[in-house]
């Protein structure tokens, strides 16, 4: 499981040219599932995502977490984060897991995220929908987080 995480200051997914969800300062969250992803990988890298220290403290170091500012995260499903691109000019998608795994593990991502900061913080996309998302990505700070496997 991967994260792509990034440290915004709003950002939304709009669906059809409709606002799905929206947030202010906090994290936007491409979360990718490979088919060898269990419930134990969701768990570990939401806490991760809630513990990540990317937000400055009075000494404009790195030092706090979504958490400790009250941030919002919005979590969105990206398959593409598995892509495979080491031939040709199309990516494969092969490692990403199929979208009923997936999407439970997707939702068991936002279960355990919503757990650790709080329900009413987290937003998401729409699982297999196509989206379009919008960001204004805050530094920038962008990380890639992966499970421990």
């Known amino acids: 499981m991967k994260a792509l995480v990034q440290r915004v200051s709003s950002a939304s997914v709009s669906i059809n040219g409709s606002l799905h969800s929206n947030i202010g300062m906090g ?3 491409f979360l990718g599932v490979t088919h060898k992803d269990t419930t134990e990988a969701a768990n570990y890298l939401a806490c991760r995502c809630a ?3 990317i937000f400055e403290d009075a000494r404009e170091k790195m030092n706090l977490s979504v958490k400790d500012i009250q941030g919002e995260v919005l979590v969105v499903s ?3 984060l598995y892509a495979d691109t080491r031939k040709g000019n199309r990516p494969s998608f092969v490692d990403a897991a199929p979208p009923s795994q997936a999407e439970a593990l ?3 991502f936002v279960k355990i995220l919503r757990q650790q900061i709080g329900d009413a913080r987290v937003r998401t996309g729409v699982f297999r929908a196509m989206m379009d ?4 990505n805050d530094g920038p700070v962008t990380v890639m987080l992966e499970d421990k496997s």
Not at 133 to 136: G, I, M, T, Y
């Open 106 to 108: 997707y939702e068991e």
């Open 78 to 80: 990206q398959f593409t």
């Open 51 to 53: 513990e990540l220290r």
């Open 27 to 29: 994290m936007l969250v």
């Open 133 to 136: 998302v919008q960001l204004v």
